[in-house]
């Protein structure tokens, strides 16, 4: 598969999707970090963290004692994240899908709805497949999904967003496989037509991929203060596995 024919390597690259997500929640970020440091009973791992973007996540681990290699495919997100670099925080661009060399890691962050991107199921089971060979043994995978039923079900079709003066028009369907996000712009005289698309998993899907590829699943909550989870209301799917 040429990442170049793919919709996220394509989009995840442009600064119009820098500028569309702008305004994304750094408070939240943190709060959700912290969370997780404190159930994980996290101290100084070593910590992989999967498709960060432009690193606020990765900041916030690095903040709270973590030693934090921060991956992305986009090289305008890494480019920005190493503004973050330290002596114990680092990025590089990354594809999710193959394994980083000699290197192994105590957790596994995939955060923010970073799975699920690819048409053929065989992609997601190789990302599955890389995490466990970089996790240590006992190593531990964190994963943040939306809540795919209570979207599919709170599905806004039509959509419109005004940022940096520019009108992004967005529709979204769900054809009963994938929910598609469709982004369309004009910019200085240009128009701009792009899309998202992201598999709708469900829990018991991640059940079944996480088991399928040598994980047990130790934990499953519902939002970022770690409450439990239930499929008609909660606004996320976090999964804690364990190799």
Known sequence: METSKLWFASWFDTPYYHILYKN????????FIRNLKEKLSLSNEHVLDLECGKGRHSKYMYELGL??????LSEQSITKAKEF????????????????????????????????????????HS?????????????????????????????????????????????????GKFIHKYIDFEDQGTNYSFMEKVRAFKLA????????????ILHVFG???????????SERLILIAQK
């Open 24 to 31: 994304r929640d750094d408070s939240e970020a943190e709060f």
């Open 67 to 72: 030693s934090v290699l921060g991956v992305d």
């Open 85 to 124: 670099s330290q002596d114990r925080l680092h990025f590089q661009v990354h594809d999710m899908r193959e394994v980083i060399p000699n290197q192994q890691f105590d957790i596994v962050f995939n955060l923010f709805t970073s799975f699920g991107y690819f048409d053929d199921d065989n992609e997601n």
């Open 127 to 175: 990302v599955l497949q890389s995490i466990h060979t970089m996790l240590k043994e006992k190593g531990r995978l964190v994963i943040d999904f939306m809540n795919a039923e209570r979207i599919i079900n709170c599905l806004v079709s039509n959509e419109t967003k005004i940022v940096d003066g520019i009108s992004f028009e967005i529709k979204r369907i769900y054809d």
């Open 205 to 216: 899907d991640f059940l079944d991929l996480l088991t399928n590829n040598g994980f047990s």
């Open 223 to 233: 939002d970022f203060e770690l409450k439990p989870f239930h499929p008609e209301t």
